[in-house]
């Protein structure tokens, strides 16, 4: 089974912290995602990567940075947290054979800003 | 813009009755249509996959119908069970959008009455 792990679950920090959510999958996948997810606002891609040290801009990624050092890990990165970034943060995987686009998703972590 | 949305936020079923979650889409060129189920607290966890190239698919309890005419999908769940109380989301890949991008849905909540 594909396994997608995130650091943590449940995570609470200030206002201008600089906060790092971890993922690390174990199917070598090569692609890998973050998002958010809000109420009423669904799943929002925030950046991707189709290979070790390569990232691409999702559909929000104002606020964030990326980093992808090893292919099974893929790290988001809150340069400076604000409370409009408190949200649920999901990991996802995904390899380019067999069609490719199935997501796997990791269990997601739920951060808090104050 | 492309949109994937789902016609009700909130589904109610009797326990042992047959479920049925829609989705439409905007974008004839998506090829590939994926279904997702989220429990409370969980991530987003892969139920069944369906191609542009075909027009049913049968899994588990589970059955997608996809209409290309109309640009509609359904999630059919047989048998329905407490155990199948989630939020599930559809979501669609574009040919040439990039990758394994996918576009969600906002989701449907299915609640099943004992």
């Known amino acids: 089974d594909v396994k997608v792990t995130q650091s943590s679950r449940y995570l609470v920090k200030r206002t201008g912290e600089k906060v790092f959510l971890e993922c690390v999958q174990d199917?070598?996948?090569?692609?890998m995602f973050w998002y958010r997810q809000d109420p009423g606002l669904g799943l929002r891609l925030i950046y991707f990567?189709?290979?070790?040290?390569?990232?691409e801009k999702g559909d929000i990624p104002e606020g964030y940075s990326v980093s992808r050092e090893k292919k099974e890990r893929f790290s988001l990165i809150l340069e400076s947290a604000s409370t409009n970034q408190t949200s649920m943060y999901l990991c996802?995987?995904?390899?380019?054979?067999?069609?490719?686009?199935?997501?796997?998703f990791g269990p997601g972590t739920r951060l808090l800003v104050l | 813009g492309e949109s994937v949305g789902l016609h009700l936020p909130t589904l109610s079923v009797q326990e042992g009755d047959n479920s049925i979650i829609n989705c439409a889409y905007s974008?004839?060129?998506?090829?590939?249509f994926i279904w997702y189920k989220q429990e409370s607290g969980k991530g987003p966890q892969f139920i069944i996959d369906?191609?542009?190239?075909?027009d049913k698919r049968q899994g588990q309890r589970v059955t997608v119908l996809l209409n290309k005419t109309v640009k509609h999908l359904s999630l059919q769940i047989a048998a329905t069970q407490p155990g199948d109380s989630a939020v599930y989301f559809c979501?669609?890949?574009?040919?040439?959008?990039?990758?394994?991008?996918?576009?969600f849905g906002t989701g449907t909540q299915l609640k099943v009455e004992l």
């Open positions: 996802a995987s995904s390899s380019i054979t067999g069609g490719g686009e199935t997501q796997y």
């Open positions: 199917m070598d996948h090569e692609n």
């Open positions: 990567s189709y290979d070790v040290k390569m990232k």
């Open positions: 974008n004839s060129a998506s090829d590939y």
């Open positions: 369906i191609r542009s190239n075909m």
């Open positions: 979501a669609e890949t574009i040919a040439g959008g990039g990758g394994n991008k996918l576009t």
